[in-house]
């Protein structure tokens, strides 16, 4: 074999993985933008559309599962990664929200350490859900989707692996807690604003009955 056919033997494979890779980067950067859209109308209610558009992005994981078969480098690539966390977090919001069952990672087709990370990132998510609903008097849920936080940061904590095998997990883990401790505070004044009005109310009854 001469070496300009040792050379485009190369070339040919080296073009395959370009091509991949290509393809691999415009399906991440649709799924992201379908995720996120998602999870904007999971917190505006719009549960049916949230559910439609986690839909599309199925079908962008598909694609995306298709481009980076055989190539795990860029299956495992940051950008694909990354864009599969997503569609996991976008998931598991529409979950918590909706008061549904939370999907599992084999069920989305996502790797566990990318599961992990967007269920991380969607008990934080739950924290702008839990703000909006105190401005509306909703403290009993709020109250269900703080637990819910809790529920996943104690079983995040519990996974002590390397950041290499996890994709930085126990940053994300951390970055939760935060989250977590600033709205448990922030429910917690919402419920003794609650008491104290409840009690003046009375009060002014008492009162008025005079």
Same mark, same amino acid.
């Given at each position: ?76 690539? #940051? ?9 996991? *977090? ?27 990370? #967007? ?82 109310? *009375?009060? *002014?009854?008492?009162?008025? #009955?005079?």
């Amino acid at each position: 074999m001469s070496v300009d056919q040792l050379v485009a033997a190369c070339v040919a494979q080296i073009e395959a993985s370009h091509g991949a890779r290509e393809q691999a980067i415009g399906a991440s950067r649709a799924l992201i933008r379908q995720c996120a859209n998602s999870i904007r109308a999971a917190h505006r209610g719009e549960f049916s559309e949230a559910e439609r558009l986690v839909g599309e992005a199925g079908t962008t994981v598909a694609l995306l599962a298709s481009a980076t078969a055989g190539r795990p480098d860029i299956r495992f690539a #940051g950008y694909t990664q990354d864009a599969l966390k997503e569609y996991a *977090e976008a998931n598991l919001v529409l979950a918590f929200l909706a008061g549904r069952e939370p999907p599992a990672a084999a069920a989305l087709g996502v790797e566990s350490a990318a599961y992990l990370n #967007g269920l991380a990132e969607a008990a934080s998510e739950l924290r702008r859900a839990i703000l909006d609903g105190l401005r509306r008097g909703e403290t009993a849920r709020g109250e269900a989707l703080l637990q819910q936080m809790d529920d996943v940061y104690s079983a995040l904590v519990t996974v002590d692996y390397p950041d290499a095998i996890t994709g930085g997990l126990r940053r994300t883990t951390d970055a939760l807690r935060a989250v977590l401790e600033r709205t448990r505070g922030d429910m917690t004044a919402a419920l003794r604003q609650d008491l104290l009005t409840s009690a003046m109310r *009375e009060l *002014e009854l008492r009162l008025g #009955g005079k």
